[in-house]
């Protein structure tokens, strides 16, 4: 296991977290073609309530007016696979062990408690967004996830098998890499 990861602090203060968090605000407006909301002045447990509740809101404008949800699913997996791209890099992620970790780290940080291994098999056993999430909502904003494994783990897919928003006791997933053609 890359040795930064294994140094990687278990808990971060609360103005890292809002750091890591002001980031994926700024890729989800972008991606649901809106403006960033303002967080400047809340606290960290202020701005990821702000952010789910933003995330659900466009999300729900964009069922409801009829967009074209691919398309968004779209951006949003492509500017978290960016992300993921650009964390891989930094930290020297090679292998899926290590994108597992940083998964786990990332979504520490987001109240989601995620546990991965180095077969690429996840559990989430507890999910800050699942009180605030339908199950639909969470399908859409689930291309968040989908990019960032990607980005983490040089392209791998990641699929769900359950979600606890489908009334599942825990979301469980799988990061599957891409056999390279010979």
Same mark, same amino acid.
């Given at each position: ?6 140094? =990687?602090?278990?808990? #971060? ?10 980031? #994926? ?9 809106? @403006? ?23 999300? @729900?404008? %964009? +069922? ?7 398309? #968004? ?12 791209d650009k964390l891989r890099k930094r930290?020297? +992620?090679?292998?899926? %062990? ?13 109240? +989601?408690? =995620?546990? !991965? ?6 559990? +989430?056993r507890r999910c800050f967004f699942s ?5 639909? $909502?969470?399908?859409? $904003?689930?291309?968040?996830?989908? !990019?960032?494994?990607? !980005? ?7 699929? =769900?098998?359950?979600? $606890? ?18």
């Amino acid at each position: 296991m890359n040795l930064f990861l294994k140094l =990687f602090p278990r808990c #971060l203060p609360s103005f890292a977290k809002k750091k890591k968090l002001e980031e #994926l605000f700024c890729l989800a407006a972008d991606a649901f073609q809106t @403006e960033t909301p303002e967080t400047q002045e809340l606290s960290y447990a202020e701005a990821l309530e702000k952010f789910a509740v933003f995330t659900r809101d466009e999300a @729900e404008k %964009s +069922i409801h007016a009829g967009d074209d949800l691919a398309a #968004l699913k779209k951006r949003l997996y492509t500017n978290a696979r960016d992300l993921g791209d650009k964390l891989r890099k930094r930290y020297r +992620i090679n292998s899926l %062990s290590d994108a597992m970790a940083m998964s786990r780290f990332l979504y520490r940080i987001l109240g +989601i408690d =995620f546990r !991965g291994n180095k077969q690429g098999e996840a559990t +989430i056993r507890r999910c800050f967004f699942s009180h605030i999430y339908s199950s639909q $909502i969470c399908e859409v $904003i689930s291309a968040l996830d989908e !990019g960032l494994a990607a !980005g983490l783990s040089a392209g791998g897919r990641l699929t =769900f098998d359950q979600r $606890i928003t489908e009334g599942n006791t825990c979301c469980r997933a799988r990061v599957c890499l891409e056999e390279s053609a010979e």
